[in-house]
């Protein structure tokens, strides 16, 4: 069936590296995506959302980057603080009932000093 | 403002107990939304409401059941609780843009 899903469920990034974190969809008829930050204890937090006529999309220091051709969506974070340890979701709507988003496993972000 | 506020925190219940987990937000928001999260697994939708008055079920409504009375709260009610619904539960509201999650409620069924 249609899924979401994060290539890689943990990433480890230096202190002031740029992090990448990429996610695939396979459902052909999302039309709106977004990305979720996830601290330990605490409820998922808007990051970042991107619509499906669009390919890429900055917010302060994440960028969204959309390939349709692959179903592929990426989030990448500047310079990478500790504060941005936490667990990533991306999620897609599939255009209908809009709030009945697929999420993602998540991808564990660990930031090293 | 508090945004959403989920009821309990934690809970451990045992197999066959009843609770209901209470949801409030303070946004004016028209939807709500339950979720369960589990190890290994994207967050998965289990109920959710259009506005006040109404309700809709999500990917995994066995089991639960709730209740919208007043638009600013959202309740979900478990039953007779069972081992499997053992899960981090997650509530959240929804504006224009984004869903608006709660802290979660850890609910343990022995």
């Known amino acids: 069936g249609e899924s979401v899903g994060l290539h890689l469920p943990t990433l480890s990034v230096q202190e002031g590296d740029n992090s990448i974190i990429n996610c695939a969809y396979s459902n052909s008829a999302s039309d709106y995506f977004i990305w979720y930050k996830q601290e330990s204890g605490k409820g998922p937090q808007f990051i970042i959302d991107?619509?499906?006529?669009?390919d890429k999309r900055q917010g302060q220091r994440v960028t969204v980057l959309l390939n349709k051709t692959v179903k592929h969506l990426s989030l990448q974070i500047a310079a990478t603080q500790p504060g941005d340890s936490a667990v990533y979701f991306c999620?897609?709507?599939?255009?209908?009932?809009?709030?009945?988003?697929?999420f993602g496993a998540g991808t564990q972000v660990v930031v090293t000093p | 403002n508090a945004g959403v506020t989920q009821t309990p925190k934690f809970r451990v219940l045992k197999t066959g107990q009843s609770m209901t987990l209470l949801c409030a937000q303070d946004?004016?928001?028209?939807?709500m939304y339950w979720y369960r999260q589990d190890p290994g697994m994207g967050l998965r939708l289990i109920h959710y409401s259009v506005g006040e008055g109404t309700t809709a079920k999500g990917e995994v409504p066995d089991g639960y059941n709730v209740s919208r009375l007043k638009k600013q709260n959202f309740l979900l009610g478990l039953e007779s609780a069972a081992p499997s619904q053992t899960s981090v539960y997650f509530c959240a509201s929804r504006d224009d843009w984004a869903l608006h999650f709660g802290n979660g409620t850890r609910l343990t069924v022995t």
């Open positions: 946004m004016n928001h028209e939807y």
């Open positions: 999620a897609e709507n599939h255009g209908l009932a809009w709030g009945k988003l697929q």
């Open positions: 991107i619509r499906s006529n669009m």
